[in-house]
């Protein structure tokens, strides 16, 4: 059974003393001399011998652990020796009356040699001790108060006591408990250490009444204030609106941290200042805290509004380019008909017909570049369904039973994407004006990526009607230059269907 450290007065230690041991042997010898028994010395003799018994009793008395006449008191004894926690009760001027085996543990040594041992022995600065006194007559108890121990192997601990006053036997004592929290001390320096090297700007206030515990040189830079001038005051100072701080610390309250907050502080030269914050709730110098970490982003705020301006302004200058196009286009168109108009009955009215319906193909391929989410690559899909809506149109008259199917999917640069709809659009026009007399028939318009080329196939089925690029017809020069604009070359064949089959493969353009 492990023995319990408790208050016990002095008692006679064997052997006996000097002239108590001198008194027995001269007796003893005297005896044995005479050979014969005489009673007054046998009687002095036992009246010794008694008061020996008498002085063992007294030290087996003390020396055994106390007794607990109570279940209570023997819990009480049971729990205090078995929990991981120092346990002490010492008197005022410090000798110790009673110790746990854990707080035994903690300094490093036996039991019975800490109880009755001095408590200012523990502190590596006795003047620890004196300030831990002065705190507890002052407040009545002190709680998690640090300090190092010293242990007798020269090793340090680093120790968080609490203490308050207790009564023993009508005397007052101190009763404290101690916790090492060595790792956790070495892991707040190493953070400290990390935190003070780096750019970040670090701010810890206590959750209870949101006084600031700790500033790093960044935070100081930043508020532009001394430590000395930040620690010690409430934290909402420094935040410029306080029913913000008042949200940010209720939801850390709730999910223990926030990351990425924007907020404004109010820092000495009171400008304002946009910071980003990730706060986190945790537990520094032994109290419940929140820790924000800080990185200026006015300046980026700032850049990012006027950048948003610009923006603006270049949208607003797009939509004014993209209306002045639309306009010019139109203009352009109505001259055109105008001149088809005067040109009725002549050879010409056909030229003015045909530049008159690529103007609408360039108009409807700008609507649909102006539609898309990026110039830089453009869906070949949405802008070929613009042609064929615009196409489709201009021949509503004379080809009114003639359907149009796009399949596929092509992205191309914008810089192919203009052409190779032009190209489309020479093609469906092509197939509208004479491969369908009879007014009626099917177009097909594919799309399609094969490894790094492009794919485009335009098939009907009505009447074959070749293509002839070698002649000098404006048509047949247009799909020429497009085609070698693109790198790529028209292959044609009678479709399946019987009609044209028109196919073009090109080299994608490599991204920028």
């Not at 046998?42 to 006449?69: F, G, I, M, N």
């Not at 005051?233 to 610390?249: I, K, L």
């Not at 604009?485 to 064949?493: A, C, F, I």
Request: aromatic letters at 4%.
């Amino acid at each position: 059974m492990r023995r319990t450290g408790v208050a016990r007065r002095p008692v006679p230690r064997y052997p006996a003393p000097a002239s108590h041991c001198r008194r027995n042997r001269a007796i003893v010898a005297k005896v044995k001399s005479r050979g014969t028994h005489d009673p007054d010395e046998v009687a002095q003799l036992r009246r010794r011998v008694a008061e020996l018994e008498d002085e063992l009793a007294s030290l087996r008395e003390t020396s055994h652990p106390p007794s607990y006449s109570h279940p209570a008191e023997r819990r009480l004894a049971m729990l205090t020796e078995t929990l991981p926690i120092g346990i002490g009760v010492t008197t005022h001027d410090g000798v110790i009356l009673y110790a746990n085996q854990a707080g035994a543990d903690q300094h490093g040594v036996a039991l019975d040699d800490l109880v009755g041992s001095r408590a200012q022995n523990l502190f590596e600065d006795p003047a620890d001790r004196e300030r831990l006194l002065s705190l507890l007559q002052a407040h009545g108890r002190v709680d998690n108060f640090e300090t190092w121990w010293r242990k007798p192997d020269g090793s340090r601990r680093r120790m968080s006591l609490t203490s308050q006053p207790i009564a023993v036997d009508g005397q007052t004592c101190i009763m404290g408990t101690g916790i090492d929290i060595t790792a956790q001390y070495e892991a707040q320096q190493r953070m400290r250490a990390i935190a003070e090297a780096g750019p970040v700007a670090i701010i810890i206030s206590r959750r209870r009444d949101n006084v600031v515990v700790y500033v790093n040189a960044p935070m100081c830079t930043l508020l532009g204030a001394e430590e000395s001038q930040l620690l010690g005051r409430p934290g909402p100072d420094f935040w410029a609106d306080r029913e913000h701080r008042d949200r940010v610390m209720e939801e850390v309250g709730r999910s223990g941290e926030l990351r990425g907050e924007e907020l404004q502080l109010v820092p000495a030269s009171g400008e304002r200042l946009w910071v980003s914050a990730d706060i986190v709730a945790l537990t520094f110098q032994g109290e419940p805290c929140v820790m924000g970490a800080l990185v200026n982003v006015d300046e980026a705020r700032r850049t990012r509004t006027a950048l948003g301006e610009s923006l603006e302004q270049q949208a607003l200058l797009l939509r004014e380019l993209n209306h002045r196009v639309r306009n010019n286009l139109q203009v352009l168109s109505s001259i055109l008909h105008m001149y088809r108009a005067d040109a009725s009955g002549s050879p010409a009215e056909t030229a003015f017909a045909e530049c008159s319906a690529r103007v609408h193909a360039m108009g409807a391929i700008h609507e649909a570049l102006v539609e898309q989410p990026s110039v830089a690559q453009v869906s070949l899909p949405s802008l070929v369904h613009a042609l064929v809506s615009t196409t489709l149109r201009l021949h509503a008259d004379t080809r009114p039973g003639v359907d149009v199917s796009v399949a596929g999917d092509l992205t191309l640069h914008l810089e192919q994407a203009v052409p190779c709809g032009l190209l489309v659009n020479e093609l469906l026009n092509h197939a509208l004006k004479l491969g369908f007399p009879e007014g009626t028939g099917k177009i097909d318009i594919r799309l399609s990526l094969e490894g790094d080329e492009g794919r485009l196939v335009v098939a009907d089925n009505g009447v074959e009607v070749p293509l002839r690029p070698r002649l000098p017809s404006l048509g047949s020069k247009l799909l020429a230059a497009l085609a070698r604009q693109l790198g790529g070359d028209l292959q044609q064949r009678a479709s399946d269907a019987g009609g044209l089959h028109v196919e073009l493969s090109f080299p994608l353009a490599a991204p920028e």
